[in-house]
C-alpha cells in the first residue's frame, strides 16, 4: 500500500516537471527575443548619443560608439554593427587617432562588402582615404577617396561627397602641393556641405581652404580661418574652436602679426591639452617659429624639440618643419655643425617620402644658406638649384584646373565675396614669385662672382702695397748714399738711340740737361706747381721744349706728362704710406700740384694699379700686421 502511493506521488511530481519544462521551452524564444530587442534599443540610444557628442566633443562620441559596437557583437545585428563602425570611423578622424580610425574603417570596409551596403563602404572607403592622407601614406589615400567618390556621386549623396571633397583637397594640398586643384576640390566640397546642412564639415572646409592659401603665402586665407573660429564659438564646438584658432594663428603669422597670432595660438593650445586632440606638433611647431622671428631663438628651439617629440601623432610635414626650424636656429647662432645635421636630417626624412614638395623645396633653401655662409660656395649652388627645381616642380603643375568654371558656380556669399579679388590675381602672383626666385638664383650667382672678383682683386692690391712698402723701405736705407728722385733712368735694353739719331744733342749735353732737371726736381720739386707746364720748365733750364722731351724720354722712356704725373704719384705715395698721416686725399692731390681730384685718381690708378683710398686702407692693414708680428 505505502509502495503504490509513492509510486503514484512519484508519477505526478514527474508529470508536473514536464510541464514546467514544456513552458519555459515555450516561453524561452519569446524571452531571448525579448532581451534582443532591448540590446538593440541600447544601441540605438548610444548611437544617437554619439552623433549628437559628434560636434562637440570627439572623445565622448567615440566611447558611445565604441560601447555601441561591443553591444552589437553581442547578438546577430550586422546593421548595428557597421553603424557603430561608421561613427567610430568619424570619431576618430575628429581626434586625430588615424592608427585607429584606419582598423575600424577596414573592419567597416569588410562587413559592408560581406553584406553589399554600398553606404558603410562609402565611409569605410572616406575613413581609410584621410586617416591614410594624415599618415602620408598619399597613394593608397587617393585610391580610397577615388573610390569613395564613385559611390558618394552615384548615390548622391551630399553629406559624403562633402568628406570626400574634404580629402581630395587636403590631399593635393600635401601629395603634390597643387594648390588650384586643392582649392576647386574644397570649394566643391562647401557646397556639397550647404546642400547637405552639414555646418561643421562647412566650417572645416573653410579653415583647410586658409591651410591652402597659407601654404602659398597668401594672406587671403585669414578670413576663411576666421570664419570658421566664430562658427566654432556660435556652435559651441570646441574643435571647430581649436582648428580655427590654430589655423588663424597661423595665418596672422604670415601677417607677422605675432602678438595677434600667440593669443590665438594659446588659446588653441589650451584646448588640444584638455581635450586631448592629438597632431600636437602642428602647435608646438608654429610657437617655435613665432619666437623664432621675434628672436627667442632658445625659445624657438624648445618648442621645435617639443614638436618632434610628438612625432609619433602628428603628420610627416610638421616633422619636417621642426627640423627646418632646428636647422635655421643652429645657422642662426652659429652651430653650422647642427645646423647641417638637422637640415640634412629632415632631407633625408623628405627623400624617402617624395611627397612633401613644399616643405622639401624650403629644407633645400636653407641648406644653400648652410654652404653659403661656411664659404661651400659650389655646394650652395648645388643646393640652390635642388631649391629652384622643386620650386619649378611646384609651379608647373595645372594650375587652373577648373578654376575659371568654380568660381561661375561657387555661390557660398561670403567665400564668394572673400575668393574674387584674390583668385584673379593668382596667377599673376604666382608668376611674380618665379620671377623673384630667379632673381634670387642669379643675385646669388653675382655675389659668388663679385665676391670672387673682389677677393682677387684684394689680393693684387695687397701685393701691390707691400712691394711698394718694402721699395720705400729700401730706397730710405739708400739715401743715405746716393740720393734720388724716384724714377731711376732706363736700363740699356730700354733705351732707344736711334729714335734721336739726327738730333744736335749731344750724349754729354743730354746727361748735363738731364742733371739739372733731376735737381730741380729733387731739391726744387717743381713738380708740385700745378701750373707747371713744359715750356716755362724747358725755360728753367734753359733749352727748348723738344730738347727737353728729348732728355726725358731719352733718360727715364717717359713723355713730358707723364713723367711729371709719376713724379706727383711718388710723391703722394710716401705721404699716403705713412700710417699715421691722415691728410685728406683732397688735400694731398692739391699739395702734389694736382688741379682736380678725378685727375689724382686718375694719375695713382694708372701708376700705382688701385685707387689712393684703397692704397692707403691696405696700407694700413699691412703696417698693423707687421707691428702686430713684432
Not at 633653401?365 to 661651400?376: K, R, V
Not at 604666382?430 to 646669388?444: P, V
Not at 732706363?490 to 744733342?505: D, F, G, M, R
Request: glycine letters at 4%; one cysteine or more.
Amino acid at each position: 500500500m505505502d509502495r503504490k502511493k509513492r509510486d503514484s506521488r512519484l508519477r505526478k511530481l514527474c508529470c508536473k516537471w514536464a510541464l514546467l519544462g514544456i513552458g519555459l521551452i515555450l516561453i524561452f524564444p519569446s524571452a531571448h527575443a525579448g532581451n534582443n530587442r532591448h540590446i538593440e534599443r541600447k544601441i540605438l540610444k548610444l548611437l544617437e548619443l554619439a552623433e549628437e557628442y559628434a560636434d562637440t566633443s570627439g572623445r565622448e562620441a567615440l566611447s558611445y560608439a565604441d560601447s555601441a559596437l561591443l553591444l552589437s557583437q553581442t547578438i546577430d545585428a550586422p546593421e548595428l554593427t557597421m553603424a557603430a563602425l561608421k561613427y567610430l570611423t568619424m570619431a576618430n578622424l575628429h581626434i586625430g587617432d588615424y592608427d585607429r580610425c584606419i582598423d575600424v574603417s577596414d573592419q567597416l570596409l569588410k562587413m559592408s562588402r560581406t553584406y553589399r551596403h554600398d553606404t558603410y563602404k562609402t565611409y569605410a572607403f572616406i575613413g581609410l582615404g584621410q586617416a591614410n592622407i594624415m599618415q602620408d601614406r598619399f597613394p593608397v589615400a587617393k585610391q580610397n577617396l577615388d573610390s569613395a567618390y564613385t559611390l558618394a556621386s552615384g548615390a548622391k549623396d551630399d553629406f559624403a561627397l562633402s568628406s570626400v571633397y574634404n580629402g581630395l583637397g587636403i590631399y593635393h594640398m600635401n601629395a603634390d602641393a597643387n594648390y588650384y586643384r586643392a582649392i576647386y576640390y574644397l570649394l566643391q566640397g562647401i557646397e556639397a556641405a550647404e546642400r547637405s546642412a552639414n555646418e561643421r564639415l562647412h566650417s572645416l572646409l573653410l579653415c583647410n581652404l586658409s591651410v591652402v592659401y597659407y601654404s602659398k603665402k597668401d594672406v587671403a586665407g585669414l578670413s576663411y580661418a576666421l570664419e570658421c573660429y566664430r562658427r566654432g564659438h556660435d556652435l559651441n564646438q570646441s574643435y571647430l574652436i581649436f582648428i580655427g584658432a590654430s589655423t588663424t594663428a597661423y595665418c596672422l603669422f604670415l601677417q607677422k602679426k605675432y602678438d595677434e597670432a600667440l593669443r590665438f595660438l594659446q588659446e588653441a593650445e589650451l584646448l588640444m591639452i584638455e581635450k586631448k586632440y592629438l597632431n600636437q606638433a602642428n602647435v608646438y611647431v608654429l610657437f617655435g617659429h613665432i619666437d623664432f622671428e621675434r628672436g627667442y631663438l632658445d625659445k624657438a628651439k624648445a618648442y621645435y624639440q617639443k614638436a618632434l617629440n610628438e612625432s609619433d601623432q602628428t603628420q610627416t610635414s610638421n616633422i619636417l618643419d621642426a627640423y627646418l626650424g632646428l636647422g635655421k636656429v643652429a645657422l642662426r647662432t652659429k652651430h653650422y655643425d647642427q645646423a647641417l645635421a638637422f637640415l640634412q636630417k629632415g632631407i633625408d626624412i623628405a627623400s624617402v617620402n617624395k611627397d612633401n614638395t613644399q616643405t622639401r623645396r624650403d629644407l633645400y633653401y636653407a641648406l644653400s644658406q648652410y654652404y653659403q655662409e661656411t664659404g661651400a660656395y659650389s655646394d650652395a649652388l648645388e643646393a640652390f638649384k635642388l631649391f629652384f627645381r622643386e620650386h619649378d616642380n611646384i609651379f608647373h603643375q595645372d594650375r587652373e584646373y577648373h578654376l575659371s568654371e568654380l568660381m561661375m558656380k561657387f555661390e557660398a556669399e561670403k567665400t564668394k565675396n572673400l575668393l574674387k579679388e584674390q583668385d584673379i590675381l593668382l596667377l599673376k602672383k604666382e608668376r611674380k614669385l618665379q620671377i623673384l626666385y630667379i632673381a634670387i638664383f642669379i643675385i646669388l650667382v653675382a655675389g659668388i662672382l663679385l665676391y670672387l672678383s673682389n677677393r682677387r682683386r684684394n689680393k693684387r692690391y695687397m701685393e701691390i702695397v707691400r712691394r711698394n712698402f718694402y721699395q720705400a723701405e729700401q730706397e730710405k736705407a739708400l739715401k743715405k748714399t746716393s740720393p734720388s728722385s724716384g724714377i731711376s733712368p732706363q736700363s740699356a735694353e730700354n733705351i732707344h738711340p736711334e729714335k734721336y739719331v739726327t738730333s744736335a744733342l749731344s750724349e754729354e749735353k743730354s746727361a748735363e740737361l738731364y742733371a739739372k732737371l733731376h735737381q730741380l726736381m729733387t731739391d726744387d720739386k717743381l713738380y708740385k706747381d700745378n701750373m707747371l707746364t713744359k715750356d716755362k720748365l724747358a725755360e728753367k733750364l734753359n733749352t727748348n721744349r723738344s730738347y727737353l722731351s728729348q732728355v726725358i724720354n731719352h733718360h727715364t722712356g717717359l713723355s713730358y706728362n707723364h713723367y711729371i704725373n709719376r713724379l706727383r704719384i711718388e710723391e703722394a705715395l710716401r705721404i699716403i704710406s705713412d700710417p699715421e698721416d691722415d691728410t685728406p686725399l683732397k688735400a694731398i692731390a692739391v699739395d702734389t700740384g694736382f688741379n682736380t681730384l678725378g685727375t689724382f685718381y686718375s694719375a695713382f690708378q694708372s701708376i700705382v694699379g688701385m685707387p689712393p683710398s684703397a692704397y692707403r686702407t691696405k696700407m694700413r692693414e699691412l703696417f698693423y700686421k707687421n707691428n702686430h708680428k713684432d
